[in-house]
């Protein structure tokens, strides 16, 4: 009992072999490859209109478009597909919740 009240008990520990995720930067892989190819045509755009203003937008739609996401996989690397399945959950895409209303036509003649 010298070890504390921290000491995890090593038969309580989930093995690691479930919580491989392939993460790039932090990121988990299908987030930066959409990431990727947002950036790519933002530097595309960039290169078309050969501007100062076009490169400060540039560096701006990068560190607005992938800093955030470091920090928001930081904490919980599956959350994407929580929203994911959230959005495309079958109680979301039937329309077994609607109501039906009754429709009076006027007749303005």
Known sequence: M????HA???NL???????????K??????VFLVLAFLNVFAVV????????????????FVLVSVVPMKFVFRG?????KAWIYGWLAP??????HAVRRRVVFVDVL
Do not use: C, Q, W
């Open 76 to 80: 919980d690397p599956d959350a994407h």
């Open 2 to 5: 010298a070890e504390g009240i």
């Open 8 to 10: 995890v008990n090593p």
């Open 25 to 30: 930067l932090g990121i988990p892989t299908e």
């Open 45 to 60: 755009l960039a290169v078309m209109f050969h501007s100062v203003f076009s490169v400060i937008s540039l560096i701006l």
């Open 13 to 23: 520990v989930n093995a690691k072999v479930f919580y491989r995720r392939r993460t």
């Open 91 to 96: 109680a979301r895409l039937e329309n077994v």
